[in-house]
């Protein structure tokens, strides 16, 4: 025991310097550029580490000194009951009369999986003509499928969906899986049941974008999604444009949702395109491809611009953490003030955010323009903390514009978490099949991504919704189809 106890020991330690270094990155340079979820994926595999320890250590313990059960937060009441009564094999008794009464019982749970099973669905329709006269043959008419004449269950089209637009599954890995249960689907087949589900979640998808547009405020941001070009074998640029409206930071009561959109070009005739309509507040990072949709000129009139300041403290965040410039390291050290003001206002009305701003953020942002104008006047041009001081001037009434109207955030972080799964998704299938694929990828992405921000289990409301578009659902009732109705039904 005391040899397996150094050895833990040992390696204990080995695991804490490990955690070290990941929260030194974490707050270094390259944290800035690591994915949030490689980030948990490195702090996972540590706890792994430590598992395997602790599992040793007990296995060496003598039962009474093993560690007792601590109290956990119960299971969710939905999920089925498994009742195992296991009764004593002899009961202890000293007078050799027994007569057993029950006086009380220790009860404990644990979390079990059955795990997901193929099954065939057999649909008969019987038919029945009149043994007197034999006129006429009477049958109920065949239930309506997606994939007419095909071999997929509306649920079986939901989760292959969901597994490769939702969870990251590209088709290669999920044939494997199908394959160690006996059942051979091929990937051409399944790619070709997601177009087909596609098609048909189109108007939901369109509708999404649609309803974005009616908020009064709205996100905007675009994520690279590499597709292949025809004939060439090699993969040509295309990106995912992504618009979100997410009404709750000011205490609006509409559900949130995201619309994407895959395009081959990053141009402005994109995103004016999308929006078109729309004259609201956007909500934006630096990119110069929104510039456009605030010109007078603009057909519809032109919107309100508002600037995203995490885009820009991350210019000074760069410099900060290499320790070369202590403005840059007083820059971060202010911004930093603004943030604490809107975790206190998170989810109040315009009213009230605006009002606290002006009181408590104005100031600190009033007084970073002449801090960074006598800094910029004494530093080389072509330094990287003057480029960062030259990319707010240019955006100065951007960023200020939070300060006076409380629908605003202070910056574009909720789309950001919006594209979030769609790079996990993208790293996971390497890149889009085709322009076709990409569109696919993005009407089924829409759906999926808006049931999970409202809660919903997208599995669960895609086979309903699948299972309805098969029946015949009514073009008219088409928003009763949208995830966050899913409760209600």
Not at 228 to 247: C, E, H, I, Q, V
Not at 260 to 271: K, M, Q
Not at 372 to 393: Q, T
Request: charged share 25%.
């Amino acid at each position: 025991m005391a040899t397996v106890n150094e050895r833990a020991e040992t390696r204990i330690a080995d695991l804490h310097a490990i955690i070290k270094r990941l929260e030194r990155t974490q707050f270094g340079r390259s944290s800035e550029k690591l994915d949030a979820d490689q980030q948990a994926f490195a702090f996972d595999e540590v706890q792994t580490g430590l598992g395997a320890i602790e599992a040793e250590l007990e296995a060496v313990k003598p039962v009474s000194e093993r560690r007792v059960a601590r109290p956990r937060k119960a299971f969710p009441a939905h999920l089925e009951r498994v009742e195992v009564v296991i009764e004593p094999e002899t009961i202890v008794c000293g007078c050799g009369n027994c007569m057993p009464v029950r006086i009380g019982e220790d009860v404990s749970e644990r979390l079990d999986v059955t795990p997901a099973k193929f099954r065939v669905i057999v649909t008969r329709r019987p038919k029945y003509a009149c043994s007197l006269c034999k006129e006429g043959v009477s049958q109920a008419p065949a239930p309506g499928h997606l994939v007419d004449s095909g071999v997929p269950s509306e649920a079986l089209l939901a989760h292959v969906a969901v597994s490769k637009y939702a969870d990251g599954l590209p088709l290669y890995r999920q044939d494997g899986i199908y394959a160690r249960d006996g059942v051979e689907i091929s990937r051409n087949s399944m790619a070709n049941w997601m177009g087909r589900v596609g098609f048909h979640l189109t108007p939901l998808a369109d509708r999404i974008l649609a309803l974005i547009k009616e908020g009064e405020r709205v996100y905007a941001d675009e994520t690279t999604l590499p597709t292949l070009s025809p004939g060439s074998g090699k993969t040509k640029s295309a990106w995912l444009w992504t618009y979100a409206r997410d009404d709750r930071t000011f205490g609006g009561t509409a559900p949130p949702m995201v619309a994407y959109r895959f395009e081959d070009s990053r141009g402005g005739d994109r995103v004016e395109r999308h929006l078109s309509g729309y004259t609201g507040l956007l909500q934006v990072d630096g990119w110069g491809a929104y510039n456009r949709l605030a010109e007078a000129r603009r057909a519809g009139g032109p919107l309100t611009l508002a600037a995203c300041w995490a885009h820009l403290r991350r210019k000074f965040y760069e410099l900060h953490v290499s320790g070369i410039s202590h403005v840059a390291s007083e820059t971060v050290e202010r911004i930093a003030k603004l943030w604490a003001v809107e975790e206190k206002i998170r989810g109040q009305d315009p009213d009230c955010r605006r009002t606290a701003r002006q009181e408590q953020s104005a100031a600190i942002v009033a007084e970073l323009w002449p801090f960074w104008e006598k800094e910029l006047a004494r530093i080389p041009g072509k330094s990287k903390l003057a480029e960062a001081i030259r990319y707010a001037r240019s955006r100065r009434e951007a960023l200020e514009r939070f300060l006076h109207d409380g629908r605003l955030d202070i910056d574009s972080n909720a789309v950001e978490r919006a594209i979030r799964p769609q790079t996990i998704t993208r790293k996971n299938a390497l890149f889009a099949g085709s322009d076709g694929g990409g569109q696919t990828w993005a009407t089924i992405a829409t759906l999926l991504q808006s049931a999970k921000m409202n809660g919903i289990d997208p599995f669960a409301w895609l086979t309903k919704t699948l299972e309805r578009i098969a029946a015949g659902w009514p073009n008219r009732d088409l928003d009763q189809l949208l995830p966050w109705h899913h409760h209600a039904n």
